[in-house]
């Protein structure tokens, strides 16, 4: 027997089997194989342009409406703790005992506010702030100071300005200090509102 001729024996029954039609079932499977595909495809557009769409919107959110804060230092002990996450609000309209954040030397100082414009502030050696002739009640404090203080008191908050202090006072440096001063509408980023990180503590701010 030539095994040349066989091997082309061989070979012609292979290009003759490659040119038969495929049949049913293997048209069928290539048809599903295909519309996989085309699923796996537009499901992975869908959910690219979903997770993109939720991440603008979140820094959008973040930069215009909630800017998130990092606390840094201890001006705000015991209510804020170095490290911790917040949420803020934005807006410029701030009420006595809120806390607020606000630009000071391209940083973000987070005081609470003390007393509004055209209000009087004054403060004893021990520490008691008095808005108008009345010593205000301060729950969030632990301990009270005169702190680093060079106005001269009794002081008056000027126009479309407002007077703020830390609740550690014994360390802040805030309006008793012509350093920081009071401060202006247009330096308020927002009223802090929810704490988010640790999420042991996480929620609402006072």
Known sequence: MNPTKNTEQIQEINEAA???PPTIEQLQAELRHEKYKRSFVFSLRNTIFTLVTVAAAAVLIAVLLMPVLQIYGSSMTPTLSEGEIVVSVKGTEMKTGDIVAFYYNNNVLIKRVIAQPGDWVNISEDGTVFVNNEAIDEPYLTEKA??????????????????????HRSVSIDSRNTAVGCVAAEQIVGKIVFRVWPLGEFGKVA
Request: charged share 25%; net charge negative.
């Open 18 to 20: 490659e040119k038969q």
């Open 146 to 167: 005169f702190g680093e203080c060079n106005i001269q008191l009794p002081y008056q908050v000027p126009d479309s300005r407002i007077f703020v202090m830390g609740d």
